[in-house]
């Protein structure tokens, strides 16, 4: 009876049983619903305290809030429109996990790396013999093509097959207290050729993606692009300038100078 007896929940106070509750750091238990109040991303329960259990429930909270009133969505990375992954925020600079139902928002400065693990394993004779279509994706996979369009994806190896792939996110300190995400691309080795290509493309979306965010350069463009002015504002200008120039405020070399400069002639 001890193995399986119940545990009261030190949160809610409800039962916590054996294979739902989880263990906190002072000895205590909280229930599975409970959990489910938290961040899926929170790492090392165990370590939490039931202040922190709270902490981080709250947090997970005010994330839901602004997901719904604050993140804006400007562009969609997925494998395809049944199978979402990310969702960017390029005015904050921000993204959000779409593998759960209340997404986590994260910045782009809070991850330290990124890294696309590809599961491999060796082909069996019989595969060999009865490929039923596997040879030509594997060829597909392996050809001069394919590379040089993800150079930066991981290979096949030869005589193996795909049997899985997943794109893992490294963070450094955030919110939640994540370590790392695992997104699964490619939930089982399959024989479609577009299925395969669509995980590949979205894996090396993802990367090109974090390594703008990274090295600064897609920060850098959304500056730029703030600060140029848009042909209403050069206009509105060139009219200030105008009255200027008839107030005897500018002189007319004075004037042509910033006409063309707004202009970019």
């Not at 002072?26 to 229930?31: R, V």
């Not at 429109?81 to 994260?106: C, E, N, Q, R, Y």
């Not at 394993?121 to 369009?149: H, P, T, V, W």
């Not at 959304?222 to 206009?235: E, L, R, S």
Request: hydrophobic share 35%; charged share 25%; net charge neutral.
């Amino acid at each position: 009876m001890g193995l399986f007896s119940r545990k009261e929940c030190v949160l809610c106070g409800g039962k916590a049983g054996l294979l739902t509750r989880y263990s906190l750091s002072g000895g205590e238990f909280i229930c599975g619903d409970c959990r489910n109040r938290m961040s899926s991303n929170v790492d090392s329960i165990g370590s939490l305290t039931l202040e922190g259990v709270k902490v981080q429930i709250r947090l997970k909270e005010e994330n839901n809030a602004r997901y719904r009133s604050e993140f804006v969505t400007s562009r969609r990375i997925d494998v395809d429109s049944s199978h979402p992954i990310m969702a960017v925020d390029d005015t904050h600079g921000w993204f959000a996990l779409l593998t759960d139902k209340d997404p986590d928002i994260f910045s782009f400065d809070q991850i330290t790396s990124c890294n696309v693990d590809l599961k491999t394993s060796a082909l069996s004779e019989e595969e060999r013999k009865n490929d039923s279509g596997l040879m030509y994706i594997l060829s597909f996979l392996q050809s001069d093509d394919f590379c040089s369009r993800y150079p930066k994806m991981p290979r096949c190896p030869m005589g193996c097959k795909v049997t899985g792939m997943r794109f893992e996110i490294s963070f450094g300190p955030n919110p939640f207290n994540a370590k790392k995400v695992s997104l699964d691309m490619l939930p089982s080795w399959t024989l479609n050729k577009t299925e395969i290509e669509k995980a590949y493309m979205c894996a090396n979306d993802l990367c090109q993606c974090i390594s703008e965010y990274k090295s600064g350069s897609r920060v850098q463009a959304k500056v730029q692009a703030q600060a140029a002015p848009t042909a209403a504002d050069a206009t509105d200008q060139i009219k200030k300038l105008k009255e200027l120039l008839d107030m005897g405020a500018l002189t007319q070399e004075e004037f042509d100078a910033k006409k063309r400069s707004l202009l970019a002639l």
